[in-house]
């Protein structure tokens, strides 16, 4: 039973060598592992450059395909071999998607599996293009854009004014609308991008810039500066000034006359707000007339204003004269100014300066016996100043004051 058992384990091992060398002669060398890490680097109008990670096994080169649809037909799928974990695929065309897959072959010519397809991505040729703005509130400003052929994401940059630099993302869209800050403008720059399924944007670095707005907000603080020119109180012009607004490309004015009819209007341009010089020959001499303002911008080519700013009531200086006898004081008379309630009359000895109200008068004449507390003096040189009031709910608005009545006083004997 002992040597039956030797013989046989000897028999055993004969029969396995014999298996084992007869095995090895037939088996071929194991395919180099499946390529992993297949990943778009950098872009170019026309070309790509893709890496990948190095699979385990004996690598000779590598196996790089492309195509349009992802397919990998071989008539439309192009070929190509390196023998680095990465390459730059050349003559794509711009803004375009391309697949790629890689495998990895050995010294013998064998072919690991292949990767998974990655989108990769080209950039768009140009920038986008017209710019306009379409669309504007109080709070809101809404632009567009000519879209760029193969491009399938936009970013914007912008800012408010001086403000810092923000970027929004947006798909496949040629619009964009502007919501939060009013009497807001804005710097806008659009980028053109093709973005991969994958995240890779490839970005064209030319732009296209242009500037929106939301609406110009109430126009505040208007003002009669002045009337008429120098020497000339009743020349038909009167001087105007109010807040200037941030945004505004231009400023509209209407002038209604007393009887709150409108008498004309017209548009001036923002560097005109700290004296805005109105001349026409509709401007009346004897009336109270009213003024309202509103700031403006333009949306796609045509005027968008925003709100009127409150009525402002007005008048020119009225004519009058003086008469000169200090016996008596010195009679003031002037015209009658439509629309006012009445009229303050101040004097003064010194033609800049020092005005205090002589009275108060429903009439259009008055007679002045003091200045500043003491009576008229004969030689004397006095000033005077008429101002017509209107008082429309509760506000009083008043006549031009930069104008002066003056003369010489004398006492005249009969």
């Given at each position: 039973m002992k040597r039956f058992f030797n013989i046989s384990k000897l028999c055993m091992i004969a029969i396995?060598?014999?298996?084992?060398?007869?095995?090895?002669?037939?088996?071929k060398a194991a395919a180099p592992g499946q390529v992993t890490g297949l990943k778009q680097q950098k872009y170019g109008y026309n070309a790509v450059e893709i890496t990948w990670g190095v699979p385990s096994g004996n690598v000779k080169e590598y196996r790089v395909e492309y195509c349009e649809d992802g397919k990998f037909n071989p008539a439309t799928t192009k070929i190509g071999t390196t023998q680095s974990a990465g390459c730059q695929i050349d003559k794509l065309a711009s803004g375009k998607s391309y697949y790629i897959r890689v495998a990895a072959t050995d010294t013998e010519g064998n072919i690991g599996s292949y990767s998974p397809s990655v989108e990769v991505v080209t950039c768009p040729s140009g920038g986008p293009t017209n710019f306009k703005q379409t669309k504007a509130d109080s709070k809101s400003a809404t632009f567009t854009w000519k879209k760029v052929p193969g491009a399938n994401m936009y970013i914007i940059d912008y800012k408010k004014g001086n403000g810092k630099v923000k970027s929004k993302i947006l798909g496949d869209v040629n619009s964009y609308k502007f919501s939060g800050s009013s009497n807001a403008k804005y710097i806008v720059n659009i980028y053109a991008v093709r973005k991969s399924k994958t995240g890779f944007r490839a970005e064209n670095p030319s732009y296209l810039a242009g500037s929106v707005a939301t609406l110009p907000t109430k126009i505040t603080k208007v003002k009669m500066v002045t009337s008429g020119e120098e020497g000339n109180p009743n020349a038909g012009s009167v001087y105007f000034s109010w807040n200037a607004n941030a945004v505004a490309a231009g400023y509209e004015y209407i002038i209604y006359?007393?009887?709150n009819k409108k008498m004309f209007s017209k548009t001036v341009n923002p560097s005109s707000t700290k004296l805005v010089k109105i001349a026409n020959k509709k401007l009346k001499n004897n009336q109270f007339m009213k003024i309202k303002v509103r700031g403006y911008i333009y949306v796609n080519g045509k005027k968008k204003p925003g709100a009127w700013s409150d009525d402002y009531y007005f008048a020119k200086f009225p004519k009058g004269k003086l008469d000169k006898d200090a016996s008596k004081g010195i009679k003031v008379s002037w015209s009658k100014i439509t629309g006012a309630k009445d009229y303050t009359v101040y004097i003064s000895t010194n033609r800049d300066r020092g005005y205090k109200k002589a009275v108060t008068t429903k009439k259009n004449n008055c007679?002045?016996?003091?200045?500043?507390?003491?009576k008229i003096v004969s030689g004397r040189t006095y000033y005077i100043k008429v101002v017509a009031n209107k008082k429309v709910k509760g506000k009083t608005y008043k006549s031009d004051d930069t104008w002066y009545l003056s003369g010489r006083i004398y006492t005249t004997y009969r």
């Open positions: 396995m060598c014999v298996l084992f060398l007869g095995v090895g002669m037939n088996v006359g007393n009887n007679l002045i016996k003091k200045c500043n507390g003491s």
